[in-house]
């Protein structure tokens, strides 16, 4: 009797984790239609394809390329309006779906993508909050591949200060969500030559398109501006 007892209570709790676990991956913030509007309809000289959750934006003779990690319980989707601006500016735009929309579960995501475009010559990783920590995790252990990397309101846990990669640090002055003693705890992680842009008034979820995010201080100014700032510094930091 005992042991049945038992064995019930562990089925009862493998179950009530299991609902739990399925409850948590399910719960995530969706791509505005918008967004999804840009994969399915693109803009003029800018391809978009698909392949195994791994989504292109692909412009004319592009030299430079992006790979990059979605934030944390956000579907890869909300940030085809990134993606689709750098690809207008000629950038190769390369947007990682993650398993349960973790990039933790998927670090290695970014692996063999470089080599399917040998046209191009500079690539950087990219990623947005734990997108952003885990993109710069695995630069870390692939630094040979990559000329630098982007980190949107995120930080890196892996220490990358004695290597020669260029990075750029961009996060919002009323970004409610990131954590900013943590931020600075893993500054020195980074290179002593840094470069840091503040996007006056932007918030954390402004990157991307999939609404208000828990947490979030208000902005002051729109999404599209947001993500035109960053794309305008992007841009400058590749080029």
Not at 36 to 49: C, G, M
Not at 80 to 93: D, N, Q, R, Y
Request: with cysteine; hydrophobic share 40%.
């Amino acid at each position: 009797m005992k042991k049945k007892i038992t064995l019930s209570i562990i089925i009862v709790l493998i179950l009530s984790l299991v609902g739990c676990t399925v409850y948590y991956i399910n719960d995530y913030y969706h791509a505005e239609e918008t967004a999804v509007s840009l994969i399915t309809t693109p803009k003029e000289n800018v391809v978009v394809t698909e392949e195994n959750g791994v989504f292109t934006f692909k412009p004319q003779n592009a030299t430079k390329g992006i790979i990059f990690y979605p934030g944390g319980k956000v579907e890869a989707k909300a940030y085809a309006p990134l993606m689709h601006s750098l690809a207008e500016e000629g950038i190769l735009s390369v947007l990682v779906t993650m398993p349960g929309n973790l990039a933790v579960l998927d670090m290695n995501a970014a692996d063999g993508i470089c080599e399917q475009y040998p046209e191009i010559e500079s690539w950087y990783m990219s990623g947005h909050s734990l997108g952003g920590s885990m993109a710069a995790s695995y630069i870390a252990e692939n630094t040979e591949e990559f000329d630098g990397v982007i980190l949107l309101a995120s930080y890196s846990t892996a220490d990358l200060s004695d290597s020669y990669l260029e990075v750029l640090s961009i996060y919002g002055s009323n970004d409610g969500v990131l954590n900013m003693e943590k931020y600075s705890e893993y500054k020195p992680n980074l290179p002593s030559d840094l470069k840091e842009f503040i996007i006056d008034g932007g918030c954390h979820a402004y990157f991307g398109a999939y609404g208000e995010q828990e947490g979030d201080g208000k902005a002051k100014i729109t999404r599209e501006e947001q993500i035109e700032y960053t794309v305008e510094k992007i841009t400058e930091f590749m080029k």
